[in-house]
């Protein structure tokens, strides 16, 4: 029998970390050839390139080079160019990760050429359809032959939405594989240029980026009221998105934000610092000393909660329940003082103390990696 040929995608920057690990398990095994496609949805070098080198990924094999555009072109370009690869490589699966445009968009293309198709990290409902992530994971489980989950509630969601049991597979969940894989990594590389020294000062770390809490001028004023209020506690750094970034132009109370580049030596409570998207592990070394997170990601809240950072979401739901119910997370919504008197709670190190959900453990690709050569029995 010949090599099962697996055919990835990655897209945009929460791809990769939960990628990076099962292309390193494809790799382990003779039985698979396995190829990448990037579909260029993210394609700045500070959303996409440093990912690659900061998580040791192999370069894509097919770069679809899509860009931006809006939610309805974006997706047809997609599965108009990933059609084509499909055709070239002939798969015999398609994996797909997250909730993504990339994600729908290849899931659909894959299905219709009849390719099986597995999603990472599937399951996840915030119950939220004006998101359009939630749209997106919908979609791609309704279309998957192999569905691995992250969390209880993921299996649970499945099984109420009439998805046979034997296509579910809780392995854990890849995204910590790479936190894992690189954490040991944050005191061996040196600091990038870009990042403060705070010789153990508290702070706060800050990341807003969906369109319901920066697209309109109003809601994004309001979010920034609340920075300004929490930086009063501790000095906060805002690392943008070039979507947030974009949007801070238009707001009248923008003059809070402080922009720094190099090394600052003064770092006050009562401000917010900007800075650019960072690479993965900068990132991480930010997080994992930060006193809190304020965030409206969903990666961020699964990181904050294996990191033991407490972590508040600026959202009304989450579609990750695992990381109220076990981690350090606590949803807060855009309400200022819930989220003044939790950071003064969590100043005072009253907060959660938070426990690793359940195979969290760093082996999640290989569990997937397991499940694939069963499929294709070729052990
Ligand atoms: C996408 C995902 C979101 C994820 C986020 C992580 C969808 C529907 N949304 O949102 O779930 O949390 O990625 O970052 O797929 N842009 C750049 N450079 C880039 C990429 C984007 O400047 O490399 C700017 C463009 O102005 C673009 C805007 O960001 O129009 C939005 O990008 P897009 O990929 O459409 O959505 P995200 O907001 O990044």
Redesign the pocket.
Known sequence: MGKVRVLSVVG???NFMKMAPILRQLSRYPEFASYLVHTG????DA??RVFFRDLGMQDADFNLNVG?AS?AV?TAEIMKRFEETCVEVNPDMVIVAG???STLACSLTAVKLDIPVAHIESGLRSFDRSM??EI?RIVTDSVSDLLFTTEESGNLNLRREGVAANKIHFVGNTMIDSLVHCYRLLEEIPMNGALPELNDRPYFLATI?RPSNVDDPAQLSQVLDILDSASRLAPLFFVT???TR?RLKQVKNNEKLKEISGNIQNIQPGNIYLLPPLPYIDFLRLMSKSKAVLTD??GIQEESTFLNVPCLTLRDNTERPITIELGSNEIVGLDCQKILSSLHRIMNNHWKDPVIPPLWDGCAAERVATVLKKTFDCF
């Not at 949805?41 to 700045?44: F, N, T």
């Open positions: 945009a920057r929460p949805q993210h394609y700045d959303m996409s931006s939610h974006q909730d993504v445009n359009p992530e997106n980026h998105h070039p979507r974009e990601s969903g």
